[in-house]
């Protein structure tokens, strides 16, 4: 089956300017996350979806970050205007709606950021 | 809140060599655990799992028991190859399919 796909791969922008990352899932997966994950550290969640329903974003920084999921399917994260701290790998993971206890993650490559 | 922590990094062994990666954690109630691995130029992928105490999860010749008494989750493998080169994630499932990383531990297996 296809895996989560994710673009671009890499992307350099300069700071105070805007990026999207767009994220496709696994077909049928009710779940889309979306991950931070900074040089040296384990990945950090952002947002979490079911469906085009945002269950968690308290780790969002809301004032820059956004991110939609408006059929259900395919995902945008926007950063505006971006600070050099947000050098980063963005992943995106997807899963099925399961239970608590049963969380597998198929998660994308990954868009490397760097803000210069 | 949750928490996972993780020996460091880098890790350098001999092809055939003992793995231990130690993993330990912190949470209310009893979480799942898990072990994920990413390879160069790839995305995390799901290694192993267990759901609670004593639970051991094994794939590919790795192995991780569920130690609630110690709050451990210490990754091993009996023979590493050189294709075990990776970075190699502990995390801990919270409710609603949520996941906390620790930092990865980067394993370099040479010849």
């Known amino acids: 089956e296809a895996g989560v796909a994710q673009s671009p791969r890499y992307k350099i922008i300069e700071k105070r300017q805007s990026v999207a990352f767009w994220c496709n899932p696994i077909s049928g997966h009710a779940t889309l996350y979306w991950y931070q994950q900074i040089l040296g550290q384990g990945p950090k969640l952002l947002i979490q979806f079911q469906n085009n329903g945002v269950v968690d974003d308290s780790q969002l920084p809301k004032d820059r970050f956004s991110a939609e999921r408006l059929k259900g399917v395919d995902s945008t994260l926007k950063i505006q205007p971006a600070k050099l701290e947000d050098s980063a790998v963005y992943l995106c993971a997807s899963s099925l709606a399961q239970q608590a206890g049963d969380e597998k993650l198929f998660f994308g490559s990954g868009t490397q950021l760097s803000v210069l | 809140g949750d928490s996972v922590t993780q020996m460091e990094g880098p890790v350098t062994l001999s092809e055939e060599a003992f793995l231990t990666i130690n993993c330990t954690y912190t949470a209310t109630g009893y979480p799942s655990l898990f072990w994920y691995v990413q390879y160069p130029g790839e995305g995390l992928q799901l290694l192993l799992k267990a759901t609670k105490a004593d639970d051991k999860g094994s794939n590919k010749g790795f192995e991780a028991t569920y130690r609630k008494e110690t709050t451990s989750f210490h990754l091993e493998k009996g023979s590493v190859q050189v294709s075990d080169s990776a970075v190699y994630f502990c995390?801990?499932?919270?409710?609603?399919?949520?996941?906390?990383f620790g930092t990865g531990t980067q394993l370099k297996v040479e010849l």
């Open positions: 995390a801990l499932g919270g409710g609603g399919n949520k996941l906390t």
